[in-house]
C-alpha cells in the first residue's frame, strides 16, 4: 500500500479564490507529479519533480502552479480559481533510480463555482 | 509523442465471466503500468509489467515489448472489478514521465 496523502479530497469554491492542494508522501521518494482528469476522461500530466527545488511544466497546460521545498510535500496552487479549473487532480510519486513505478495518492476533487 | 490506445473503450460483462483488455503504444518503452481506477477515483496498482507475464489471483497481465502491446486478463469476473481501467507507459525517449492511454470502463452485472 503506497503513503502518498492528498488533502483535501473534496473541495467546493467560489470563482476567484485561491486555493491549494497539498500532496504528501512518507516514501522517500525524489520524483513527483500532479494529473489532471476531467470525468471519464484519460488523465494527462501538469507538473512533475525530480527533487527539492526542481518543478517542470508537464504535458498539459496549467495555470497552476508548484513548489518542491521538502522531499515529502508537493502542493498545487490555483491563485484564481475559475469554473475551467473544475477537475479531478492527482498527484503521484515514484522512486529515482528504481523501476519507476508510480504510486498515486486519493486524488482531490475540485469544483468552482 | 508515444500514442497509447486501449481497447475496447467499454466493457459489460456478466458476473462470472472472463475478459481481455489491451494496451497498444507506439514507441518502446521503459516501464508499462495497469491501474484501476475506482468509483472513488482512486488509481489502484495492479500491475507493473515492462515485459513478460505476471499473476496476481484472478488478474494476470502480459506485455510483448517488441510488439508494442500489452495485455490484462481478469478471469472469473465480480462486480467489485467494475471501475476503468487505465495502462500508462514511461518512452524510452521521455524517461520519468508516463502517457495514460484513454482507459476501459468495465462494468460487471450481478
Known amino acids: 500500500e503506497a503513503d502518498i496523502y492528498q488533502t483535501p479530497r473534496y473541495l467546493v469554491i467560489g470563482t476567484g479564490k485561491k486555493i491549494t492542494l497539498e500532496c504528501s508522501q512518507t516514501m522517500g521518494h525524489d520524483k513527483m507529479y500532479w494529473y489532471q482528469q476531467d470525468p471519464g476522461m484519460e488523465l494527462h500530466l501538469i507538473h512533475y519533480s525530480y527533487g527539492v527545488n526542481s518543478t517542470e511544466k508537464g504535458d498539459l497546460s496549467s495555470e497552476s502552479t508548484v513548489s518542491r521545498i521538502r522531499t515529502e510535500h508537493f502542493p498545487l496552487t490555483l491563485e484564481s480559481a475559475r469554473p475551467s479549473h473544475t477537475s479531478q487532480y492527482l498527484c503521484?510519486?515514484?522512486?529515482?533510480?528504481?523501476?519507476?513505478?508510480?504510486?498515486f495518492g486519493e486524488g482531490s476533487r475540485l469544483t468552482v463555482l | 509523442g508515444i500514442q497509447v490506445e486501449q481497447s475496447p473503450p467499454d466493457l459489460i460483462l456478466q458476473e462470472g465471466a472472463n475478459s481481455t483488455l489491451r494496451c497498444n503504444f507506439s514507441?518502446?518503452?521503459?516501464?508499462l503500468q495497469w491501474f484501476h481506477q475506482n468509483p472513488w477515483g482512486q488509481l489502484i496498482n495492479l500491475f507493473y509489467?515492462?515485459?513478460g507475464t505476471k499473476q496476481n489471483g484472478r488478474l494476470s497481465a502480459t506485455t510483448v515489448a517488441t510488439e508494442r502491446y500489452s495485455l490484462l486478463y481478469i478471469s472469473s469476473s465480480q462486480t467489485t472489478d467494475s471501475g476503468v481501467y487505465f495502462c500508462a507507459v514511461e518512452p524510452n525517449t521521455n524517461a520519468g514521465k508516463s502517457t495514460f492511454g484513454d482507459g476501459t470502463t468495465l462494468t460487471v452485472k450481478p
Open positions: 503521484a510519486s515514484s522512486e529515482s533510480g528504481g523501476t519507476g513505478e508510480l504510486f
Open positions: 514507441d518502446s518503452v521503459n516501464n
Open positions: 509489467i515492462p515485459s
